[in-house]
Antibody, heavy 123, light 110 residues
Framework: EVQLLESGGGLVQPGGSLRLSCAAS????????MSWVRQAPGKGLEWVSG????????FYADSVKGRFTISRDNSKNTLYLQMNSLRVEDTAVYYC????????????????WGQGTLVTVSS | QSALTQPASVSGSPGQSITISCTGT?????????VSWYQQHPGKAPKLMIY???DRPSGVSNRFSGSKSGNTASLTISGLQAEDEADYYC??????????FGTGTKVTVL
């Protein structure tokens, strides 16, 4: 059974940093691109960042480019999102999601999602 | 990258069919067949309903179908049921190797 479990969310002040983790199980982690998708309270979904199965290719939304870094440790079956220079508008539930497409270098859509972790940026 | 445009709300009676549109540009919806649709119930994670414009994942009811014409994709729910009441989002791969979601549509079963 595929499982994705996010952790690392919490309350942080504007300008601060936070690292999210997503522990994966039930599939060959290194064979699938992964993404982070966020949802601000009462708002819609926003794609944040994606990474290829090998970790060699990374992609970012303009809203987080230069501030967030996506990475993965395939030996630990874990996806990460390092978030720096956090802003109030980064407040959201952050989901990790696995792509449905085996061996693709890009994330084309998510067939499995975690339950999300809440990040609150506030002073 | 601007969000794809969806109607804010769509409603229908049980048994009826409804269609949700998702309008983008030639750099996303119109340029790729990587359009997905998600269902999200309150407080829950999104669930993949359609991928690559019209393919259904295993376990998704065949009452859900997808299509695309030009820069607009569509999700049709036939035989509307109470449990279909939820928010629906489209998404597309883009020419920048990123992804973009739609603005979301609230489906109400009357």
């Amino acid at each position: 059974e595929v499982q994705l479990l996010e952790s690392g969310g919490g309350l942080v002040q504007p300008g601060g940093s936070l690292r999210l983790s997503c522990a994966a199980s039930g599939f060959t982690f290194s064979s699938y691109a992964m993404s982070w998708v966020r949802q601000a309270p009462g708002k819609g979904l926003e794609w944040v960042s994606g990474i290829s199965g090998s970790g060699g290719s990374t992609f970012y939304a303009d809203s987080v480019k230069g501030r967030f870094t996506i990475s993965r440790d395939n030996s630990k079956n874990t996806l990460y999102l390092q978030m720096n220079s956090l802003r109030v508008e980064d407040t959201a539930v952050y989901y990790c999601a696995k792509t449905y497409s085996l061996y693709s270098s890009s994330w084309y859509g998510g067939d499995y999602w975690g339950q999300g972790t809440l990040v609150t940026v506030s002073s | 990258q601007s969000a794809l445009t969806q109607p804010a709300s769509v409603s229908g009676s049980p048994g009826q069919s409804i269609t949700i549109s998702c309008t983008g540009t030639s750099s996303d919806v119109g340029g790729y067949n990587y359009v997905s649709w998600y269902q999200q119930h309150p407080g829950k994670a999104p669930k993949l309903m359609i991928y690559e414009v019209s393919d259904r994942p295993s376990g998704v009811s065949n009452r859900f179908s997808g299509s695309k014409s030009g820069n607009t994709a569509s999700l049709t729910i036939s035989g509307l049921q109470a449990e279909d009441e939820a928010d629906y989002y489209c998404s597309s791969y883009t020419s920048s190797s990123t992804n973009v979601f739609g603005t979301g549509t609230k489906v109400t079963v009357l």
